[in-house]
């Protein structure tokens, strides 16, 4: 396992991050469906084992879950991993999810989330979406001020636009961002890659494969009985014409993998890591055996000559799906 420097700041980041959004498990509008907090917490402790040395999650992971379950896991470990968890997002006892960026919101969440994570210090805290727009300057206030208080180590954004980020860098300086990067999402390699690397800004992307679509896993048959929860049914690029493009994509990916004796998914990771801004990439682990198969792509570069195939293969996906929209 390889590790980045995390932007400007003293954090060593192993290139794969552990995502914990699934751990939230089911029964909430952002579900991935039902999820065993045993073999959840299993798959904490091999990623550590193979040298995965953070984890991501948020509050709002399964209304507080997916914290509480970490929580459990690293209580039982020797060396405990960096943790990033996020703000912004909350509930009512219904379960309904709300946007507030407000300072004694802000306030309340971090002392939840310290509280559920059984922890004294968030190494990472994030705003994980910049809504209200208008309120973003408050929510970077209050965060800077709990820097100062101790509670948490770092702060960063999710989500964020360049211009939003510029907004608020004068009040404290921004320690990452966490946007979405795969093959099938690249609007961050206009602006936001080349802003983040003059200033300096850590970027740790999230849904490498995804939503498991580049894993090589994928099928009809498979998305059809997804889980009556899983936000993933209502996902476009789970539903035609994109997710026969995706499936040829991803067995294009397994050709290109198997001459170097790696997966779809190994693949699909390291072309993200191929980019020397991004300090990590975020990995959705459920289970033991997926971060047994995605960790060795965090020692494993990418051939150029297969960076070039990829950017081919992409374009006549592209192509295909202009011809299918006409």
Known sequence: MRYRKLGWTDLELSVIGFGSWALGGGGWRYSWGPQDDKESIEAIHKAVDLGVNWIDTAAVYGLGH???????????????????TKCGLVWDERGNITNCLKRESIRREVEA??????????????????IPDEDIEEAWEEMSRLVKEGKVRYIGVSNFSVVQMERIASIHPI???QPPYSMLRRDIERDILPYCAEKNIGVIVYSPM??????????????????SDDHRRNDPMFQEPELTLNIELAEKLRDIGAKYGKTPAQVAVAWVLRRKEVTSAIVGIRRPSQIEEIAPAGDWDLPEEEVVRIEEFLKEREEKLRNLQR
């Open 210 to 227: 995804q939503k498991g679509l580049l894993t090589g896993k994928v099928t009809k048959e498979w998305v059809a009985s997804l889980p």
């Open 175 to 177: 320690a990452s961002l």
């Open 66 to 84: 997916s914290e509480e379950v970490v929580g459990q896991a690293i209580r039982g470990l020797a060396k405990r991993p960096i943790i990033a």
């Open 113 to 130: 989330s310290l509280r559920r994570l059984g922890v004294d210090v968030i190494d990472l805290y994030q705003i994980h979406w910049p």
